[in-house]
């Protein structure tokens, strides 16, 4: 809720009472279901680019592991 709830909500949750990560009612109850999806969304993009990122780098480690070979004499055709 504190990242995707506005200030207004804030001062509403405030004045109510409700304490930091504790939701009473429906309709807070849904916002929070909400501000949820959008995190878990957040993370999936996350760990999506991440999985990107290191798929690359393992194709740059495999790159640069031929090259090595190369520079030493070694066979690097495929077989």
């Known amino acids: 809720m504190r990242l995707f709830g506005t200030d207004r909500l804030s ?3 405030g004045k109510l009472g ?3 990560g504790k939701i009473f009612s429906i309709p807070f ?5 909400n501000a949820q999806k959008k995190v878990e969304a957040m993370n999936f993009d996350i760990r999506k680019q991440l999985l990107e990122y290191d798929n690359v780098m393992n194709k740059q480690r495999e790159i640069f592991t031929r090259a090595h070979q190369l520079l030493d004499g070694q066979d690097v055709t495929k077989r």
């Not at 109850?29 to 279901?33: K, P, V, W």
């Open 11 to 13: 001062g509403v949750m």
């Open 18 to 20: 409700m304490q930091e």
């Open 29 to 33: 109850d849904a916002r929070h279901e």
